[in-house]
């Protein structure tokens, strides 16, 4: 039998050897240089308010309305947010920061502050504040190694613009290489 008969039924990574040699670390390294758009995910069942920041919202498909995002199993939102029916999806701008961090950090109460949060007529937590909302109803859920991968189908949109906030003074917020960053006209590639 020829190599590449005997290697046939085996996975990609088993047939190049490389299955066993890459570390968490090295692979979170690669994505520390691959910038991603900032938001926080909330949600209530009845128990109190959850809220977490992610790196991880990305559009699927504009008809229906679909977005997916990744829980990790270490955030103490987790259990929350998977036994959620509906959530609030807020995409940060520069001006957010301070929700982008509140909601990142561990042991606290994210939601002391009453001022930065309130709740939509549906009862969901929401940031007023975000550049914009999504209030979806979660359609899937998938164990993806040590996290969650949720579906999301959304039903309602808050953007710039609405509620008295001007969408051209609006920079996104960014995360990368552990680091917060701002986009803004000068930092377009021309």
Known sequence: MSQSTALAGQSPATRTGFADMLS???????????????????ADIGAGPVGLTATSVISVSANPPL????????????????LAETVVIHLL??????LARNFATSGIDRFADTSIWSRLISGEPYLPSANAWLRGRIVNQMSAGDSTVVAVQVL???LPGDSGRNAKES???????????SLSEDSMVK
Request: aromatic share 10%; glycine share 6%.
């Open 24 to 42: 968490a670390d090295d692979f979170k390294s690669a994505f520390r240089n691959h910038p991603a758009g900032v938001a926080v995910i909330t």
């Open 67 to 82: 977005v997916v995002f990744s829980l990790s199993s270490a955030s103490s939102s987790t259990p929350t947010v998977k």
């Open 93 to 98: 701008g520069a001006e957010q920061i301070g």
């Open 156 to 158: 309602q949109v808050d």
């Open 171 to 181: 920079r996104p917020l960014v995360y990368h290489n552990r680091t917060w960053h």
